[in-house]
């Protein structure tokens, strides 16, 4: 299996350049190369909260999705709660998003961009 050198990612036979790096892929890796901390934040990486601030509540999944990538653009994570009454049938009453208070002034400021 073909290798990105610079991010270490693995590819399926047939690839020969690594879309996020944009070098040409190795079969093998050198092992004394250690992997480079990516800037990307994945779905499953975990972000503590020290102090979370209430920024806006949304209605729906799309707009959540939207302020995510506005926010963390410039490495704001955030954090969502879904509001109901906790049972099978909750009452959907929207999706409040919180920053880290230390990022609250800086989201505000670029959320004010999107009219929200």
């Not at 509540?57 to 959540?64: A, H």
């Not at 709660?81 to 049938?89: E, V, Y």
């Not at 959907?92 to 400021?109: L, R, S, T």
Request: one cysteine or more; hydrophobic letters at 35%; proline letters at 3%.
């Amino acid at each position: 299996m073909p290798w990105c050198p610079v991010c270490k990612d693995e590819y399926r036979s047939g690839f020969f350049r690594c879309k996020d790096c944009d070098v040409d892929l190795v079969e093998e890796l050198d092992t004394e190369i250690e992997k480079p901390n990516k800037k990307k934040q994945s779905k499953t990486d975990v972000v503590y909260f020290e102090q979370e601030t209430f920024i806006v509540n949304v209605n729906d999944e799309f707009t959540v999705d939207i302020i995510k990538g506005f926010l963390e653009n410039d490495d704001i994570p955030i954090l969502t709660k879904r509001k109901g009454t906790g049972n099978m049938h909750s009452l959907f009453m929207g999706i409040d998003v919180y920053v880290q208070e230390k990022h609250f002034e800086k989201a505000k400021k670029l959320l004010s961009d999107l009219n929200l």
